[in-house]
């Protein structure tokens, strides 16, 4: 399976932005589908987290009521709606399969990781 995010850009902080995670090259499915980012001269942090019947989400404290993570069963698309941006949201932004192995809020228990899509947020 092979991940691709997309949907970033420059944004004014308070703005809005949705990005989108496609999946192609095997089965849209998975047990939970992952959001991380990485801003310069930061580790990798967790965002968000779904998993494939939607009915379980997890989102970094500093995220909750801003970012809403949701997926389509039918391409296996997952989504990251990001509103009300502050300049500290600014990263590269992944996305990414949990392995079935380890711990859904840590980024070494993802696989599949694609190529990430730059978010900037100015104040």
């Known amino acids: 399976v092979q991940l691709q995010a997309s949907g970033g850009g420059l944004v004014q902080a308070g703005g809005s932005m949705r990005l989108s995670c496609a999946t192609s090259g095997g089965p849209a499915s998975y047990y939970y589908m992952g959001w991380f980012r990485q801003a310069p001269g930061k580790e990798r942090e967790f965002v968000a987290t779904i998993n494939w019947r939607g009915s379980s989400t997890y989102y970094k404290d500093s995220v909750k009521g801003r970012f809403t993570i949701s997926r389509s069963v039918a391409s296996g698309t997952v989504y990251l709606q990001m509103n009300k941006l502050k300049p500290e949201d600014t990263a590269i932004y992944y996305c990414?399969?949990?392995?079935?192995?380890?711990?859904?809020?840590?980024?070494?228990?993802?696989?599949?990781w694609g190529c990430g899509t730059l978010v900037t947020v100015s104040s």
């Open positions: 990414a399969q949990y392995n079935e192995r380890g711990d859904i809020f840590t980024a070494t228990d993802y696989e599949n």
